[in-house]
């Protein structure tokens, strides 16, 4: 499959793509800009959040929560901003997350300079607490569970790996194991998964999104006309349109790619789930 040019090069590094049905629809960040996009028909939306905005999900109660430069921020629904900062080491900056079937928000983080195991994944509680849930990451990054909520699935994209955990509703992630070892060339980035349970990868520098079972074989491969491919989500009223981001990070300043930046769609045959808000 070829996946098609929705829009222009409206982003230097696009990620996070998420579908919220009660905040204007397909949603995604131009992360270090720390601005979000919502696609509102033929117009781009953006709003400045911080001066990183890695992540975002709905609430329960109406607003959104976001993974910031140093950690976590809460809107609430009149767009009033809490800010929840974890660090102050300006190497590090959240990258990626998602949400539990509990209801917990995870995010996690990664240094600017790829300093290995410098990161950690963290999660955000309906009550506030923020545990770290895994530490000496280097790039955390996809996250998303399966149907049941029994299983999760996480990149660290240094590791060049897609792990999978047990989920349990109290510890969380537990019981970790690589499903796929995606080789030298394979740099897995955001993921998602659909409602059979197949886990959908962005593959960085790799101009492709990888379909895998749950047993970790490869299923379908999405092909992209610009390499730096990294993030996926499903969307639209029926959850067919598979929604995938892009970015010119690291590019040179002479490269003349002007698909980079661009977001991309296609109709894979699958549907996706609807998307787990926070609790709190």
Known sequence: MRAERLTDRVAYHGEGP??????GGLTWVDMLDGDVL???GDRIDRRHVDSVVACVRPRTNGGLVYGIERGFALEDADG???R????????????????DPEGHFYCGSMPYDRTPGAASLYRLAPDGTVTTVLPEVTISNGLDHSPDGRLAYYNDTHEQ???????????????RRTLVDTGPDGRPDGLTV???????TAMHRGSAVHCY????????????????VTACTFGGDDLATLFITTSREGMAEDDDDQLAGSLFTVQPGVRGLPVRAFAG
């Open 18 to 23: 998420v579908w919220l049905p009660d905040h």
């Open 84 to 99: 929840i900062e974890l660090w102050q080491d300006a190497n590090l900056r959240m990258n990626e997350g998602a949400v």
């Open 213 to 228: 079972s749950p047993e970790g074989t490869l299923e379908q491969v999405v092909e992209l006309p610009t390499p730096l």
């Open 194 to 200: 659909d409602a059979e349970g197949n886990i959908w």
């Open 80 to 82: 009033a901003l809490r």
């Open 38 to 40: 919502t696609l509102r």
């Open 161 to 175: 790996r897609i792990d999978v955990f047990d989920h349990a509703p109290e510890a969380g992630l537990v019981n």
